[in-house]
């Protein structure tokens, strides 16, 4: 059982709105996200995936990502929407942030157009901004959404909710 969803204002969107499976849309507005004082994603080509009770995800073309600040690629956990995920770590002068990017190479049909695109943790990062709004992390730390004030939850991820 879930809990009651908040009442969305003018302008605002309710994750309980958001369709299961997940819904995959293009993003109009800029994003970008920044670790260690560099900008490591910029991008006006994003995509967002939408699911029921989580703060949307947003994926970067790796195009538009300073691969330089990415390690390698690992195998990752499978997601039951998109197929397996692969894990990248991030690096900038003396920080590091181990695990904090992932993408899907080979995903399922539904998410072929975010092949390769990029996400990102937003806890580790300097700042993550949709148009030049600052996004704050999706509780938890296994769900990677970002949360705006243009959503209400509540958010999956918190303890007690991995039941609904």
Known sequence: MHPRSLPAGPGQESVWDYPRPPRLEPVPQRLRVVFAGETLAETRAGYRVL???HPP??????SDVAAA???????AGICEWKGRAVLHDVAAGARR???AAWAYPDPTPGFRAIAGYLAFYAGPMDAC????????PQPGGFYGGWITPGIVGPFKGGPGTMGW
């Open 69 to 75: 600040l990415l390690g390698p690629a690992r195998r």
């Open 57 to 62: 995800t947003y994926y970067f073309p790796p």
């Open 51 to 53: 699911e029921t009770s």
């Open 129 to 136: 901004l949709v148009g030049e709004t600052r996004a704050e």
């Open 97 to 99: 942030a181990e695990g």
